[in-house]
């Protein structure tokens, strides 16, 4: 899963060694056959070790959780929505059952001061009672909707701050385990290019040797005397020039994996200065901000509709039930419609 992946191209910045003192001439094109061998080594970005299977393994466990954590949510904020709705019904059947018999004594007492032609003196009585009726049937629903409303204020900034905490140690989590994976890619990618360096050497010698046999074959066509003192000459060039080819590329080499540990040092660097605690901090700063009048316009949406018209008090306050209005964390979404959101969208975190 680690391994490095390495990519036959010419090297873009070629290397060019000065010859050492007293050393044969190099032929022009000896640089040619250096780039010829030397493989380009690329290391893996950090969108590249992310795909690596322990971190995808961890950012999916990250996920599973914060699922968790947000379906308990639901599941409390569901609860107290249920409570209210009860404590609603109790006021509300209280006050009809009250008003009831109300209009049924004014009822009764106007049929018989039909039947008598006495004075109504209970009329005003009733009205006055109806009427105080009413204001502590409003009273109550406004006490019982700010209760509401701070409640779930205070649930919610509770949730919050457990969601908050569990997303800041998936971060640290899931930094780590990026800089795991960093090392042990980078040292797989080095232990690789170690043994590319020596089929490089093989490679070189080889092609090196093809061009001696070559020279020898040229050489054959002449006499015999000359082509002894050729072949003894090309012998000693060949060993000099095995030598100077292996130290260049041996240099080029060096200068290759310089040049690749110094980009893992700046990939392990990016990792550390990623700064998704920032971003979270001012998320939730920006959430905590927003809290009180999403709770707010949450119960005011929720009072729409709720009383039906029932005699003359259609306007009377009403409070929240589960089905009126949705809150910031989608209360009446299933499991399997919570199974659909997608991490990006829903729970992850910056890395």
Avoid: W
């Amino acid at each position: 899963n680690h391994t490095a992946t390495l990519t036959p191209k010419p090297l873009t910045q070629s290397v060019h060694p000065q010859p050492a003192p007293g050393s044969v001439k190099v032929p022009a094109k000896s640089e040619d056959l250096i780039q010829s061998v030397l493989t380009e080594v690329e290391a893996q970005t950090i969108e590249e070790l992310k795909q690596q299977k322990s971190f995808v393994k961890l950012q999916k466990k990250h996920y599973k959780e914060m699922k968790d954590l947000v379906k308990r949510h639901h599941k409390k904020t569901t609860d107290l929505i249920k409570e209210h709705t009860v404590k609603y019904n109790e006021i509300q059947s209280d006050y009809l059952r009250r008003r009831a018999v109300l209009e049924k004594t004014a009822k009764r007492d106007s049929k018989k001061k039909c039947e008598t032609g006495s004075p109504d003196h209970s009329s005003s009585a009733i009205e006055q009672d109806l009427v105080a009726l009413d204001t502590e049937m409003t009273q109550k629903l406004v006490e019982l909707k700010e209760q509401q409303q701070q409640r779930l204020l205070n649930l919610r900034q509770e949730q919050y701050y457990s969601e908050k905490y569990q997303k800041r140690e998936h971060i640290k989590q899931l930094i780590q385990k990026l800089t795991d994976v960093a090392d042990e890619c980078q040292n797989n990618q080095l232990k690789k290019l170690k043994e590319t360096c020596e089929k490089e050497k093989k490679e070189l010698k080889k092609k090196m040797d093809k061009k001696r046999q070559e020279k020898i074959t040229e050489a054959k066509s002449k006499d015999k005397s000359q082509m002894e003192e050729e072949k003894t000459e090309m012998i000693r060039s060949y060993i000099q020039e095995v030598v100077q080819y292996l130290k260049r590329l041996e240099d080029a080499q060096s200068k290759r994996q310089e040049k690749l540990v110094e980009i893992h040092k700046e990939i392990r660097q990016q990792i550390l200065d990623e700064k998704p605690k920032v971003e979270l901090d001012q998320e939730y700063q920006d959430k905590f901000k927003r809290l009180p009048m999403e709770i707010q316009e949450f119960v005011q949406e929720a009072m729409k509709g709720k009383f039906s018209d029932e005699g003359d008090h259609s306007a009377t306050p009403s409070v929240l039930t589960p089905d009126s209005g949705k809150l910031n964390h989608k209360p009446h979404l299933n499991e399997d419609e919570l199974e659909e959101e997608t991490p990006e969208k829903a729970f992850d975190t910056p890395l």
